[in-house]
Structures are given as structure tokens and as C-alpha cells.
């Protein structure tokens, strides 16, 4: 906008000194062509008496003569005078004739290259004719004009400097307000102080801020419910589940037992079904971020020993020397980081470790070994309940809750196939972005 409103303004400024510089300078003609006439006149009424006394003085007749020049010097305006037929009977010193008409005239006339003035005297017996060059109008006019444009030179580059520092100091709270917007973290949902803007801005920072209390207002609600639901729906399925159990241990009959088993998987896979239903709610709930920084590394350490205490030795860890701080919420984290363990353990070789490792940058990795995904497949897998030609048990939402928290935290989901270095496998990599670092 500075730099719009700075060149706006200025490139206005030229043009409306141009349109100025234009209209002086037809102006100035009229003016001048109105003073060279005057000089013209001026001219033939004082060098007409002289020449008539010379002429009625001469002892040789009517000869011409050429009146001599003191030294010599560009005239600019030169004469002739003749009698009423056209006889030469004296002429300036640098005067062409044929620059004249044949006969002479009174009063103003022009020629492709010169204004003449003409005047009478001793009964219109006698003529004097001045000529004017009108080059010489011209070249006065164009000095004028040019002496009018000479100062646009300068005043460009001042004009620019001052609309651009009037500009800059006008938007100065303009220009706050934007960097107060673009310094803040994609978690913070905080109010933006608008008080000192302009009139024509204030709407836009009341608009800005009731946005954003909507928005605090939603993710408010929406974890509010999702806490609530997972609540209220794993207290009963888990009261289902033990009854379940507690039955199975009751009955004698191997058909009812049987029977009961089935109810009793189908209770924990619906259990485990709700947890993921809950966990993607979340994740595409727009809680993906927080408002303070928080170190990814305890985190996926306390998660990795929670696996490797469920399948010993199936996990390899390597960590960064430093933390990694991120404005990515320590929960989402810790959902999409199980998710993709989850998914490595479920889907790869039994016979090779899930190798886990984050950078100092923040980019998590999670690959493991086995069978090697069609292209076709891997692009299906960020879809809810998509999964790939596998025997495993899983529900199809594990790479689907994992992509959502990325994409709300601002971060980039790789799925690969094969791993990175290998010939075979499976591998997910998480990378950081600029504002969810």
C-alpha cells in the first residue's frame, strides 16, 4: 500500500506539473507572439521616418542601398523598403528579398518561414516590411517550456521522498497492526489491540478480533465435547466390556463361552473404534496447536517406553541432543506419534524393529520393515478407513488422525514406500514448518 499510494501520488503530481508546464507554455506563446509583434511595429515605425529622410535625401536618385552594420551580428529581425511597385530602395545589412513578397503590404503577414510587418508612408509611396525568422519564435518558445520542466527534474525524486515518508508515518499504526497479526503464534487466538488505527481500519480490527473470539470460542466447545463424549462413551463400554468378561467366566456352557468371546471383541473393538472416532474429532477439531511452546522430546519418550514395555525390543529411538520446541499441542502430539507407532507395529515385519528418530529441527521419522505399498495405495491411505492389502486388525484411521493433526498444525505428512534407504517398508515423516516451529 506505501509503495502504491507513494508512486500514485507522485506519478499524479509529474502529470498534473506536466498538464501545468503545457498550458504555461501555450500561455507564454500567446504572450510572447504578442510582444514579438509589438517589436515589430516598434521596429518599422522607427526605422520608417529615417528611411524616408534618407531617401528624400539622396542626390543619386532611388538606388538601392544597404544600411551599413557597425560589426557584425545575427539579426533576428531584418527589413527592406521599397516603393509601391515593388523597387528596392534600402535594405539591413543581412535582409534576403526573397524572403518578401513581390509587391509590399501593410500590416501583419506570415510566410512558411517568417511573420512580416509592413507600413506606408508619403502617401503610400514609400514601404518599410519587417521580418521576424519565426524559428526564432519557436526556439524562444521551446526555452520557455523547457526552462518550465527544468525543475520537474528535481521535484520527482523530492515529491517521492516526501509522500513516501507522509505515507509510511500515516499507516505507521496500520503497518503495527499487520506485524502484531503476522508475529503472533498459530495458536494464539488472543485479541488484537486496534485502538490507535485509523477510522477507515477500525472496522477491520473489530472484524479481526470478533473472528477470533468465535474461534476461541468453537475450539473451546468442540474440546469441551470431545472430552465429554469420551467420557461418556468409555465409562459404558468399558462397564459392558467387564460385564462381558465377568459372564464369560460364569457360564460352563463351551458354546455360550464362545459366544460370549465374540461379544466381548466386538465390545473392544468398538472401544478401540471410539477412541479413534474421538482422537480424528479432535484432531480435525482445529486443536492441533497451542499459545505456548512445549518440548516434543519427553513426549515421544515417555510414548516410545510405553510400547516398548507392551513389545519388548521392537522399538529403536534415536533423540536429538537439544529439545525441540513447538507450538504443536503436547496431546495431538502424543495422539498422531501413537498413531504412527501404532500403524509400524500393526503393519510391519515382526522380525525387524519400528526405527523412531527426531532431528533438531523437529522432523520426525517413524519407518519400519515389510512388503512394500502399490503407489496406488499410498495415496489412499490419508482417507478415513482406507487401508492397505494387509491381514492386520485396525480400524483404517491411524494415518488419517496423524495427516489431520499435521495439516492443523501447520505441518507436512510424507508417506513413503519403501523407507528411505531400504528396498522394502513402509516410513512416515513428519516435517516442522516455519510457524509450527
Known sequence: MQ???????????????LLGVAASGLVAQHEMNE?????????????????????LNRENGTGNQTAPALKDHDEYLTYLVRDEKGNLLLQSHDADPGVFGKLPEEGFSNTPTHRI??????????????????????ESALEAGVALLMPLIVLIPITLMGVWWIVRLSLREVVEFRESIESRGVGDLSSVEGRRLPTEFEPIAVAVNRLLERLQRALETERSFTANSAHELRTPL????????????????????????????????????????????????GGATSQTRHN???????????????????????????????????????????NLIENALRHGSPKEPVEVSMTEDGTLRVSNGGDIVPPEQLVLLRNRFARSKTDAAGSGLGLAIADAIAKGAGMTLHLRSPATGRQDGFEAELTNSKEAK
Do not use: C
Open 3 to 17: 509503495k502504491r499510494l507513494s508512486v500514485g501520488l507522485t506519478l499524479g503530481v509529474s502529470l498534473l506539473w
Open 35 to 55: 510582444v514579438f509583434d509589438s517589436a515589430l511595429q516598434e521596429t518599422a515605425q522607427r526605422i520608417l521616418p529615417l528611411a524616408v529622410t534618407d531617401i
Open 117 to 138: 510587418y509592413g507600413a506606408s508612408a508619403v502617401s503610400d509611396t514609400i514601404y518599410i516590411e519587417v521580418a521576424e525568422p519565426l524559428a526564432h519564435r519557436r
Open 238 to 285: 468399558a462397564t459392558a466390556l467387564a460385564k462381558a468378561q465377568r459372564l464369560k467366566t460364569q457360564v460352563q456352557s463351551d458354546q455360550l463361552k464362545s459366544n460370549v468371546a465374540e461379544i466381548e471383541e466386538a465390545l473392544r473393538s468398538l472401544s478401540q473404534l471410539s477412541g479413534k472416532l474421538l482422537e480424528l474429532a479432535k484432531a480435525e477439531g
Open 296 to 338: 516434543l522430546v519427553p513426549i515421544l519418550t515417555m510414548i516410545v517406553g510405553d510400547f516398548e514395555s507392551q513389545t519388548p525390543g521392537r522399538i529403536s529411538l534415536t533423540l536429538p541432543e537439544r529439545d525441540v520446541n513447538s507450538f504443536l499441542d503436547p496431546d495431538a502430539f502424543a495422539i498422531l506419534v501413537r
